[in-house]
């Protein structure tokens, strides 16, 4: 049988949202939500997923009887970034394989400032173990380590890197969903104080509330344009946190993920990829073939400072927002929606193919989980 994703839905994004609007009722928002968006009811669903890390103590299957699912597929990941295509890949065999008909995916979180300060300093043991002792608490300083290699490696200045946040800024301003729609100028963004040098608060992906959620279903499920995926492929601990991090594990699962989507770079509408800070959105499309040339500062100035190619249409994580968890599904949420033709004011034409990417996990020196997706509308 054939899986197709037939809906999505992103529960509103808020800076400072009221304690009432929890984990659950954010989880929950975003379920029906999707639900509506393809057509279905509860009662259709027999298949659930969700990734959070603020849904504790409750699990997955605490949320599924909060929402009143029966179920006969399960599953809970907790990778992050990642977990948004790693749910997906197992939903898509589990349709196919019979062991569930409809099956929808969700994440989300709902994170105080002193939860939040929590999950930073408790992420993981091999962080509090190999990074922490060495004065580095939270991404932010490892990050700004792996800017100033990567930009020094490639001659790229802070103007260079910069073209990001701002064109997505643009792309936010057509997104009534985002958080940050204001416009962004490179001068305001150069004149920013910096965080941790060189980032500065532009580059670092602003802490929201908020989530995401899909449906995974049969094709004969399905009513209106739907969503296939093409080609999915993950790699972890690439090079076991030995690497420099200038080349990433989508460098090498790049050639096998084009191979099985019959496609190539230049055959995709528009690319979502996973933008905590602009130099990973930047090393995920030279990995991933969008720059074929290797001319990473035209790249830079004129396929995205232009937008003459869509790249992360919601604004991303950097203008939307991170809401936890739902960082790792909200691209994914962007391209079914472009692929769907429902993106609204920003939707780009005639969207038939899209890559979507997933990245996370902090171990050492940079995150350990890689996944991407070639999404392909089925009408």
Request: glycine letters at 10%; charged letters at 20%.
């Amino acid at each position: 049988m054939k899986a197709l994703i037939a809906g999505s839905f992103e529960a509103p994004y808020a800076r400072h949202a009221p304690v009432a609007r929890d984990t659950t009722a954010l989880l929950a928002e975003a379920v029906v939500g999707a639900l509506a968006d393809a057509g279905l009811g509860h009662g259709d669903v027999d298949g659930f997923g969700v990734a959070s890390f603020s849904l504790g103590p409750d699990r997955a299957i605490d949320l599924a009887w909060r929402l009143g699912l029966k179920v006969r597929w399960i599953m809970e990941d907790p990778h992050g970034g990642a977990s948004a295509l790693n749910l997906l890949q197992h939903a898509v065999r589990a349709v196919e394989a019979g062991d569930a008909e409809t099956i929808v995916l969700c994440a989300g979180d709902h994170l105080g400032r002193a939860a939040f300060a929590d999950l930073v300093a408790n992420y993981n043991r091999a962080t509090a173990e190999h990074l922490t002792p060495l004065g580095y608490a939270g991404p932010n300083a490892l990050f700004a380590l792996l800017t100033q290699r990567y930009c020094k490696a490639h001659g790229l200045t802070r103007e260079d890197l910069g073209q990001i946040p701002v064109a997505q800024r643009a792309w936010a301003a057509r997104n009534p969903g985002a958080v940050y729609r204001d416009p962004l100028t490179i001068e305001e963004y150069l004149a920013a104080a910096p965080v941790a040098a060189p980032l500065t608060r532009y580059d670092c992906v602003p802490v929201v509330a908020g989530a995401d959620a899909i449906v995974v279903t049969t094709s004969d499920r399905t009513s209106g344009p739907a969503v296939r995926v093409r080609a999915l492929r993950a790699l972890y601990n690439a090079d076991q946190q030995e690497g420099d991090a200038l080349t990433t594990g989508f460098a090498e699962l790049a050639d096998d993920l084009w191979t099985a989507a019959g496609a190539r770079p230049e055959d995709v509408q528009a690319a979502f990829l996973y933008d905590d800070y602009p130099v990973m959105a930047l090393i995920q499309a030279a990995d991933l073939g969008l720059v074929p040339d290797g001319d990473l500062r035209r790249w830079l100035h004129t396929t995205v400072g232009e937008r003459s190619f869509p790249l992360n249409t919601s604004g991303g994580q950097l203008s939307a927002g991170q809401a936890g968890a739902a960082g790792g599904m909200h691209g994914l949420v962007e391209a079914v929606a472009q692929l769907r033709g429902t993106a609204g004011e920003r939707q780009v034409p005639a969207a038939e193919l899209a890559l979507v990417s997933g990245y996370g996990m902090v171990l050492y020196r940079h995150g350990s989980s890689h996944n991407a997706a070639i999404l392909e509308r089925i009408a």
